[in-house]
């Protein structure tokens, strides 16, 4: 199993970027899909989750109406667009697979806001 993020770097303030994240050797369509973030000293959080048919969307309060989360299926991924970047969204940026009690993790992708 593999789920891997790519995407993150270096932004200033008010970019954007788009990370994505790419899984393999599970059915993709049945798992939910999450995106979470941690910065220095601070706990996971997570940042916005999808449904496996891609219907149902949730965020997290700090990012809701700047993050977007999508997936498609047929490629294996799911993407974070992320908009009107703050420093405050410097963070490690994880890609997470969870159905039932089964949860995949990816290493994650450095997002870093920054003037």
């Known amino acids: 199993v593999q789920v891997v993020e790519s995407g993150g770097g270096l932004v200033q303030p008010g970019g954007s970027l788009r990370l994505s994240c790419r899984a393999s050797?599970?059915?993709?369509?049945?798992?939910?899909m999450r995106w979470y973030r941690q910065a220095p000293g601070k706990e996971r959080e997570v940042v916005a989750s999808i449904s496996g048919a891609g219907s149902i969307k949730n965020y997290g309060g700090s990012v809701e109406g700047r993050f977007t989360i999508s997936k498609d299926n047929a490629k294996n991924t799911v993407y974070l667009q992320m908009n009107s970047l703050k420093p405050e969204d410097t963070a490690v940026y994880y890609c997470n697979a969870l159905r039932g009690i089964v949860d995949y993790w990816g290493q994650g992708t450095q997002v870093t806001v920054s003037s």
């Open positions: 050797r599970f059915t993709f369509s049945s798992y939910v």
